[in-house]
């Protein structure tokens, strides 16, 4: 059974870090691009960086390059998403997909991403 499970969420004030983590089992992790995204209250789902389990190439979405930090662990099969300088517009449930874009990167297209995790909430008071 595929699994995704995030954890690493929580309360942080304006300013302030969070490290989530992803933990995955049931498929071969080196296969796959594992990608983070996050969905905000009445918003739409979008993306925020990806890596490529296989060789750790990385892709940020523009507006998060500078403050988040995408790194895995082989060994356990897990995948770390490191968020500085959080906002309180970065209030979100966040989630970790793993899948296998066309080009093996890929730039955090919903679409290509085939297992998906529960989420973890990211509440960021001002």
């Known amino acids: 059974e595929v699994q995704l499970v995030e954890s690493g969420g929580g309360l942080v004030q304006a300013g302030g870090s969070l490290r989530l983590s992803c933990a995955t089992s049931?498929?071969?992790?080196?296969?796959?691009?594992i990608g983070w995204f996050r969905q905000a209250p009445g918003k739409e789902r979008e993306g925020v960086a990806c890596?490529?389990?296989?060789?750790?190439?990385?892709y940020y979405k523009t507006a998060w390059k500078g403050r988040v930090t995408i790194s895995r662990d082989n060994a356990r099969n897990r995948v770390f998403l490191q968020m500085n300088n959080l906002r309180p517009e970065d209030t979100a449930v966040y989630y970790c997909?793993?899948?296998?874009?066309?080009?093996?990167?890929?730039?955090?297209?919903?679409?290509?991403?085939?297992?998906w995790g529960q989420g973890t909430q990211v509440t960021v008071s001002s």
């Open positions: 997909a793993a899948g296998k874009p066309d080009d093996g990167l890929g730039y955090l297209r919903e679409y290509e991403y085939h297992y």
């Open positions: 049931g498929f071969t992790f080196h296969e796959y691009t």
């Open positions: 890596i490529n389990a296989n060789d750790g190439n990385t």
